[in-house]
């Protein structure tokens, strides 16, 4: 069995397309496996890096804090 920093993962980010790293996976069960995933519309499972994951949650974040202080600014602007 070949040692954890010896075996050669091939994944590919799905968005961006850069090589994934050591940082972007995670063992599971003695196997590397993506730390994110990302499902398709054809509800495909494929992986994603940290970077493109941190990027589509932070836009996710920004999107749901304007939608709950739209009320609040509307209110200030009285």
């Given at each position: 069995?070949?040692e954890f920093?010896?075996?050669?993962?091939?994944?590919?980010?799905?968005?961006c397309?850069?090589?994934?790293?050591?940082?972007?996976?995670?063992?599971?069960?003695?196997?590397?496996?993506?730390?994110?995933?990302?499902?398709?519309?054809?509800?495909?499972?494929?992986?994603?890096?940290?970077?493109?994951?941190?990027?589509?949650?932070?836009?996710?974040?920004?999107?749901?804090?304007?939608?709950?202080?739209?009320?609040?600014?509307?209110?200030?602007?009285?």
């Open positions: 069995m070949k920093s010896e075996r050669k993962i091939r994944l590919k980010c799905a968005i397309g850069r090589k994934l790293t050591r940082r972007d996976l995670t063992k599971t069960r003695g196997e590397l496996k993506p730390l994110y995933v990302y499902i398709s519309e054809e509800l495909e499972v494929k992986p994603i890096c940290t970077g493109c994951y941190h990027t589509i949650s932070g836009r996710r974040l920004i999107r749901k804090a304007r939608k709950e202080l739209k009320p609040l600014i509307r209110e200030f602007a009285k």
